[in-house]
């Protein structure tokens, strides 16, 4: 099985972009790394969990610490695209190792105050401090002599954003590889309209821009990709080419009618809405976890 990829730079001021694939939860991991500097980003790192044991690790984690190393690159950012429902986010661990700032779009307040009432959190801090930056639409920074921006592409969660470095556009869960679709948007405080919009923006950018997505589920078996272009998915996309927004949002309503909620959602939502710090451990040193029962009504079973 394929998992890992080396995109390279297309020419000045476009980054290498390497891929990592996690076939536990299907999601990819990146690197961004400006060629000129050596300067580089973490884009959605993963913390290994084994839900059927409770055990948490580092692999996945400790394998983007060895790339960086070996490619003798200087981490500038660690950045999540959103507070994820399928796996646990590296964030918090990878800035103890490296002591590089973490950043998520400043809507993540808007997810913190949703799931501070699912699991019953008072007292908990909806406010975002457990990030050292909070992006907003149309803020710029740069990754080493890279040019980057933010987009706000809320839809499959309150808070997503899309990193667009160069001419390489991070879009997480809006769309997938164009023999797949898009993203479902049943999650609490998700929209399939809203996330139409945030596609057709994306879908604005140059034809040429490089997409990397945030899973990939590996349709017909095939290995896993998680690149591809602008206009690969206005070309081919099932879910968006010759598809109107209403039909778009009839298809997206109807499929996630009939989907599972994600195995870890429960448990990934309350990691990942600290910015992938794990529960302090209680009196006798042991973490747990909390999970509310019946609290996502409606939700098709399996």
Not at 19 to 38: L, M
Not at 211 to 226: A, I, K, N, S
Not at 275 to 280: D, F, H, M, S, V
């Amino acid at each position: 099985m394929q998992k890992f990829s080396l995109s390279r730079s297309t020419g000045a001021h476009t980054p290498d972009v390497a891929g990592f694939f996690e076939p536990r939860t299907f999601s990819v991991q990146y690197i961004v790394s400006d060629p000129a500097t050596k300067k580089c980003a973490i884009i959605d790192p993963v913390l290994d969990y084994d839900e059927k044991s409770g055990a948490t690790a580092t692999h996945h984690a400790d394998e983007l610490l060895a790339y960086v190393a070996e490619q003798g690159f200087e981490i500038e950012w660690i950045l999540d695209t959103h507070p994820h429902a399928d796996h646990f986010s590296a964030a918090h661990y990878l800035k103890e190792k490296t002591g590089a700032p973490t950043a998520i779009g400043r809507y993540v307040k808007d997810v913190q105050e949703l799931w501070k009432g699912i699991y019953h959190w008072p007292d908990f801090p909806a406010d975002g401090r457990q990030w050292d930056h909070l992006f907003s639409e149309g803020d710029s920074f740069k990754l080493g002599d890279m040019d980057a921006r933010v987009m706000f592409s809320p839809g499959h969660t309150l808070a997503s954003i899309t990193y667009v470095i160069g001419d390489a556009a991070f879009i997480h869960d809006t769309m997938f590889q164009p023999d797949f679709g898009t993203a479902r948007a049943d999650f609490p405080g998700g929209s399939a309209k809203t996330l139409w919009d945030s596609i057709q923006a994306i879908l604005a950018l140059p034809d040429d821009t490089r997409l990397f997505t945030g899973h990939d589920y590996m349709p017909d078996g095939r290995e896993p990709q998680w690149e591809s272009t602008v206009k690969e998915q206005k070309a081919v996309n099932p879910h968006l080419a010759n598809v109107s927004e209403e039909g778009f949002i009839a298809l997206r309503n109807q499929r996630d009618s009939e989907l599972p909620m994600p195995k870890l959602i429960l448990h990934a939502l309350q990691v990942n809405t600290r910015g992938g710090r794990l529960p302090e451990p209680e009196a006798n040193g042991k973490r747990y976890l909390k999970i509310p029962l019946d609290a996502l009504e409606g939700a098709a079973w399996e």
